[in-house]
Each structure stands twice: as C-alpha cells, then as structure tokens.
C-alpha cells in the first residue's frame, strides 16, 4: 500500500465507528477488499471497541465477514475465538463451518474450545464441525491424531451421535474402539459407523470383534470351531464380550452336559488363564 492512500485508510477506519449501519458496512467491505495486513489490524481493533451487546451482533458478524473474505486465518481465528459469545447461533455455527472446512490446526483450536457441554445447543453442530476439520486436514498431522482422540472420547457421549470422519486413520480408531469392547451399548454404534462407511473385516479377528459389537451370537456360532481362535484373540486383547460369546458356544455345540459344564466352569473364571483353557478345552472339543 503506498503513502497516498493513508487518507483514504483513515476514512474508512473512522467510518467502522458510524453509528450507520450502511456506513460501517461500506466501510468494512472496502477495508476487506484492499486485502492487506493493515485493513486486518484496523478490524480487529474495531471489533474490541464494540460494546458487548446483543444488539451489536450484526456489527460483529460485519466485521468478521470481512476476515473471512480476506483470509488471514489467524486474525479470524482470534475474532472467532474472543467474540463468538457475541454472534447469533446462525453465525456462530457458520463461522465453525467456515474454520472446519480450512483444516488449518489454528481452525481446530477453536472449534474445541467453543464447546464447552454436550447440553449446549451448539455442542452437536461444532463435533459435526471437528469432523469436517478432519477431511480438510493432514491425515499424518499430531493435530489430526488430536481431532480423532477427542472424536473417539465423545463419540455417543451422553445420547449424542454425530458422522465421523473417513479414512483410514479413523477406520483404525473405531476398530481399536470395538477390540477393546468397554462401554456399554456403544459397540454397536461403532459398528454401525463401519457399516455407513462400507467397511469389512479384513482378518479372521476383525470379523471377531465385528460380530461381538453386533451381538450376533447367532452368527459367531454358525461360524463354528473356526471362531474360536479369534474368539481367544479378541478376549486376549482385553473384549470381554469374548467370554460371553465362547460360554454361548459352548450351550450350542458342546454335546454333552459335564463336558459343558467343565468349560463353563473355566470360562467364568476370573483369571485369563483358566479362561483361554476353557477356550482351549472348547476348540478341542469341536475339532473331533
């Protein structure tokens, strides 16, 4: 910007004062279009002199709209973070959008640290936010590895179920999520993510897991001597939907009742060690 348009630049900025709702805005959008760290610094500064009211609203939402329009991330991010308390819903979820679509870390930062309850009205829209923020972004990133965790964290926290990302770094957690299978009446969420995202098991233990999410005994006991290993496997990583599932097996196909009775005896142990012999004692069974 050169010398001689100083003038100019001062009108404008005394303008932003204007009790005129189309003077402030002419004066905004001028300021956005010249585009330079300048007009950034004269938005910010007019949005801290705004009085903290309702009525004023729209006056933020003029002045940020010009941010947005400029580009400066981090400026946005600032006028977002300091003044979203000030914005109609409308606005605010807007603005989160706008953040989430940029996958830019700074963007991220915000949008978490605007919810502050799963009970706010907002708290569904700004998840739904951090996974649009997680398909605009670096899968290889540390703040993505961030975004997922919180996701996972939160995800059917309280009744509240929102889309979650694709790719394969999230495919991973929510198969993590199901390996481990300890929280109640969550599994069959995960699945049914898995589902919507065209997901199959790849091994043997992966339709495990799947399959105990589902609570398809049924399924798993069609599946026959051949589930037993994965079985095992799913309950050495710490599922302890596994137990149930063998003990199930073990009703179905075991023939005789002191035979089901010495493995079930086994699987109810509380040390894992018992426990895989009772597994063990099952497949053994099976296979003759």
């Keep these: 910007?050169?010398?001689?348009?100083?003038?100019?630049?001062?009108?404008?900025?005394?303008?932003?004062?204007?009790?005129?709702?189309?003077?402030?805005?002419?004066?905004?959008?001028?300021l956005g279009n010249?585009?330079?760290?300048?007009?950034?610094?004269?938005?910010?500064?007019?949005?801290?002199?705004?009085?903290?009211?309702?009525?004023?609203?729209?006056?933020?939402?003029?002045?940020?709209?010009?941010?947005?329009?400029?580009?400066?991330?981090?400026?946005?991010?600032?006028a977002v973070s300091n003044y979203n308390s000030h914005l109609e819903l409308s606005a605010t979820h807007h603005y989160m959008e706008v953040l989430a679509d940029t996958g830019d870390p700074r963007a991220l930062d915000v949008i978490i640290q605007s919810i502050t309850s799963s009970k706010d009205s907002t708290y569904f829209h700004q998840m739904e936010c951090i996974t649009l923020w997680c398909c605009s972004a670096e899968e290889d990133s540390?703040?993505?590895?961030?975004?997922?965790?919180?996701?996972?964290?939160?995800?059917?926290?309280?009744?509240?179920?929102?889309v979650f990302p694709d790719g394969d770094k999230a495919i991973d957690a929510l198969i993590d999520e199901l390996r481990a299978g300890q929280r109640d009446g969550l599994d069959p969420h995960v699945a049914e993510i898995l589902d919507e995202q065209g997901w199959e098991p790849e091994t043997e233990e992966q339709r495990a897991i799947y399959l105990l999410a589902k609570n398809n005994t049924e399924a798993i006991i069609e599946w026959g001597e051949a589930a037993?290993?994965?079985?095992?496997?799913?309950?050495?990583?710490?599922?302890?939907?596994?137990?149930?599932?063998?003990?199930?097996?073990?009703?179905?196909?075991?023939?005789?009742?002191?035979?089901?009775?010495?493995?079930?005896?086994?699987?109810?142990?509380?040390?894992?060690?018992m426990v895989q012999m009772g597994a063990a004692m099952l497949k053994g069974i099976l296979e003759k």
């Design 142 to 162: 540390p703040e993505y590895d961030s975004a997922l965790d919180y996701l996972m964290h939160h995800i059917g926290w309280e009744g509240n179920i929102f």
């Design 34 to 78: 010249i585009g330079d760290a300048r007009a950034v610094e004269v938005l910010i500064r007019a949005l801290g002199r705004l009085e903290r009211s309702w009525k004023l609203a729209s006056k933020y939402e003029m002045l940020i709209d010009v941010l947005v329009e400029i580009g400066d991330m981090e400026a946005l991010c600032e």
């Design 228 to 273: 037993i290993e994965p079985l095992i496997e799913a309950l050495t990583n710490g599922n302890p939907f596994a137990r149930d599932a063998l003990a199930e097996m073990t009703n179905n196909l075991v023939k005789t009742d002191k035979e089901k009775k010495n493995i079930i005896k086994f699987l109810e142990s509380d040390d894992q060690g």
């Design 1 to 30: 910007m050169t010398e001689d348009t100083s003038p100019e630049i001062d009108k404008l900025i005394a303008d932003l004062e204007s009790d005129n709702k189309e003077v402030c805005q002419a004066s905004a959008e001028a």
